[in-house]
């Protein structure tokens, strides 16, 4: 047995919301399957576990349908489009014949003639005209007769036979009327071989139209797919060489010229450039690498050439990991889909119950002639109870919302986030990295004396060169940035929780708190006192610097809050969300952080594994709370949450790790999300609750209830082309959330 973890199979045969239960049963039977979900819009089914692909074929095979494996390559979807033009082409040349017997036949029902059996000439003209249905149902609507024995054989029902019912009771009785018309009382002796080839035509032409409108979902995973490089140049035995990109091997150093896509995940090893990453994080402006940045496969090198040491390759780059998760989040159901999928799994049963019994009635209670009443009510009910529109509702919204998100950066990882994400009353922030950028900057320098700033970061840089502290290290960057060099130095001491001391040019240098100018007997004035206080006060870490025994400069060294941090909380806010915020820093640090950006409930002093007894606390009172962190530290809060999102790069394990991950820095991406969620909720509700109503308001109608009230009767016609072009509402529906803009709610 060939083991493998995920396998992707087309499906042939499925014609609507019913047959997804039925396929993703026989498949969860198989030994060995874990999970199996299908994507009804797609006719894909994505299995989890350790079987083969020809145990999962002949699964699909012996619940009535065909499947036959695909990759998840860009080989294999454009495959999938040949196919599903091929398929388009074939539906539209099947419209054509159904209905270019069925419209003329109406015209003369309506405007010509009788369509009834009396005469032996009559007999004979609509025996030709029931021959040429038939080979309209041959040629056109083969494949409901197929789909519904396939169904029967097995002991289910779907869309295929009703249709194949309808269509069938109604040829029946034609021929029956045709070829002995005294068993049927005169008034009844009327024939319907232009609604057999009617609705054969309008499913199908509504079935094209679907699958053309369909195409569009899948815009998302094909725009990611388009990323991908399909070479790349690397460095081997001292020669550059275009070999394609499934060549690439860990650790091989490659080129990367202006104009070029990253080809796979790497370190850059040599030269500068600046590089367009919006197709992954929706972040706009380029960003510049240099030795040691990280580059990300399928961005846009701008400008200059740069070499790089593949980290990932071929399906373990990023890229390759947001395209999986994006087509596994498009395939799953939010909780609201599962109800559908239930609903529709019983609904062709009741149909077919509700058809027999309101033939019935018609027959002891209807007028003359009962008999053909009794056929056109069962044959409507039938047709017009198909439920493809509730089949599509749910799985076409989720497919362009999960898309739509990773258009903004923000991949979704499952259908149960992207519903709860709209339901979302408290949202919890981490400080470090989330709010704020997660590395210190130098943000303030005070000089005493007569030393200039430049004087002073020179010299503390140079006695912080060799330290490895965070706060040492944004003194050091500050320089660099500046293009301040720094001086050699000598007897370097690091003073444990205190500082550090060394000699500069012979002059003696002390950096750190104000414990160790203390110890070293510096005075510090009340005035320089007050104003380390105030850079405490905004967030900022003051630290002295004395020199030969006398204070030279007081620096602040702050985790600066990320520019759009506070409008997007603001955004937040607009949508009445509860904003705490979590910090294991100290309390005035978190006041003042809070203070900036808007937030007026926060804890401090949090540890690690405390985070998430405060996610329990929100919980208690009833709060839907989503958790946002870095995906690592806080893991514990972020499982816990009703909706975790991850701040990533893209490359970071929180990809793997939360329910959403936003690919940029932004929290915008939160707002946009929660915008996104509800969009794509409003949209599936717009569809389920439209495909109810269209069923349960057709059902009645076509079975004739109306009739004693205003002697209307719904034509099977009608009622063929109505079920069809719901289904296309449908799906149009779903692709106006193309259209959304998550910016502007």
């Known amino acids: 047995m060939d083991n493998t973890s995920h396998i992707d199979l087309l499906i042939e ?24 979900a299908m994507n009804f819009p797609l006719r894909t089914v994505s299995v989890d576990g350790v079987t083969t692909p020809q145990a999962l074929i002949e699964a699909v095979e012996n619940a009535g349908y065909h499947a036959t494996p695909i990759s998840s390559d860009a080989d294999a979807l454009d ?40 005469t032996t000439n009559e007999r ?39 249709i194949a019912l309808g269509t069938g009771t109604a040829w029946i009785y034609s021929m029956v009327v045709v070829f002995f018309p005294d068993m049927v009382p005169e008034m009844a002796r009327h024939v ?76 850059v090893t040599e030269g500068h450039t600046n590089i367009d990453e919006s197709m992954l994080t929706g972040e706009p402006m380029p960003v510049e690498k240099q030795q040691g940045d990280p580059v990300v496969a399928g961005t846009l090198n701008k400008s200059g050439s740069i070499i790089f040491k593949a980290s990932r390759v071929g399906k373990d780059t990023a890229l390759a990991h947001i395209i999986n998760m994006v087509k596994r989040a498009q395939n799953s159901k939010p909780p609201i889909g599962r109800l559908a999928d239930i609903i529709a799994g019983v609904f062709v049963p009741v149909v077919m119950i509700i058809s027999i019994l309101s033939a019935m009635v018609w027959l002891q209670l209807g007028p003359d002639p009962a008999l053909a009443f009794a056929v056109v009510s069962a044959t409507t009910v039938l047709i017009i109870a198909c439920p493809c529109a509730l089949g599509l509702a749910t799985p076409m919204s989720v497919m362009v919302g ?17 519903q709860t994400a709209s339901k979302i009353t408290a949202m919890v922030l981490d400080k470090t990295g989330t709010i704020t950028e997660g590395s210190p900057k130098v943000t303030q320098i005070h000089t005493a004396g007569s030393i200039s700033e430049q004087d002073a970061l020179q010299l503390v840089a140079s006695l912080e060169t060799g330290s490895e502290h965070p706060l040492a290290q944004a003194i050091v960057d500050s320089a660099n940035e500046k293009g301040i060099t720094t001086l050699p130095v000598d007897n370097f001491e690091a003073i444990a929780g205190h500082g550090v001391s060394a000699k500069v040019s012979g002059r003696q240098l002390l950096f750190g708190n104000e414990k160790l100018m203390q110890d070293q007997q510096i005075t510090l004035s009340e005035q320089e006192l007050k104003k380390a206080q105030s850079f405490a006060e905004q967030a900022q870490t003051p630290m002295y610097f004395a020199l030969d025994g006398e204070l030279a400069a007081i620096i602040a060294v702050a985790d600066p809050i990320k520019e759009d941090s506070i409008a997007a909380i603001k ?40 985070k998430s007894a405060k996610i329990a606390e929100l919980q208690s009172q009833g709060e839907v709370v989503g958790m946002t962190g870095d995906g690592i530290n806080d893991a514990p809060a972020l499982a816990l949450a009703n909706v975790g999102f991850a701040i990533g790069t893209g490359t970071d394990v929180a990809i793997e790790s939360a329910d959403i991950t936003l ?83």
Request: contains cysteine; proline residues 3%.
């Open 571 to 610: 955004r937040l806010h607009q949508n009445n969300i509860r904003v705490v915020m979590l910090t294991g820093d100290n309390r005035a640090t978190a006041k003042a952080v809070a203070n900036k950006v808007g937030i007026t409930e926060f804890f401090a002093e949090v540890l690690p594994e405390d």
């Open 192 to 267: 319907y071989f232009e609604a057999t080839a009617m609705i054969i035509g309008l499913i199908d032409l509504g079935l094209a139209l679907e699958l053309k409108a369909r195409g569009r979902t899948s815009q998302a995973i094909k725009r990611l797919i388009g990323l991908q490089a399909k070479t790349a140049r690397v460095l081997r035995d001292q020669q550059e060489i275009d070999i394609p990109i499934e060549q690439v091997l860990l650790n091989d150093f490659v080129r990367v010229r202006p104009g070029e896509k990253v080809p796979v995940d790497g370190l």
């Open 124 to 162: 004979i003209a609509w025996l030709i005209v029931g021959l040429l249905t038939a080979a309209v149902m041959y040629f056109s609507g083969k494949h409901f007769y197929v789909g519904a024995w396939k169904s029967f054989r097995n002991h289910n029902a779907n869309m295929d036979t009703l």
């Open 79 to 118: 495959e999938k489009e040949k196919a599903d033009l091929a398929y388009y082409k074939r539906l539209i040349r099947k419209v054509i014949i159904a209905l270019g017997l069925g419209v003329p036949l109406m015209i003369y029902g309506l405007f010509i003639g009788e369509m009834t059996v009396s």
């Open 402 to 418: 999960v898309g739509k998100a990773a258009e903004s950066g923000v991949l979704i990882r499952n259908g149960q986030a992207l």
């Open 663 to 745: 690919m940029r820095g932004s929290l915008h991406g939160l707002a946009d999300a929660i915008a996104i969620s509800k969009a794509t909720l409003r949209n599936i509700k717009q569809n389920l609750i439209g495909a109810f109503i269209y069923n349960a308001a057709g059902i009645p109608f076509a079975a004739g209830v109306f009739y004693p009230l205003f002697g209307v009767l719904l034509s099977p016609v009608i009622a063929g082309g109505a079920m069809a072009f719901s289904s296309l509402t449908v799906v149009s529906n779903a692709n106006r959330l193309r259209l959304f803009k998550a910016e502007d709610h």
């Open 13 to 36: 045969g499925a014609g609507c919301a019913s047959c997804v239960g039925k396929i993703e049963s026989a498949l969860q039977n198989v030994p060995g399957v874990n999970t199996a």
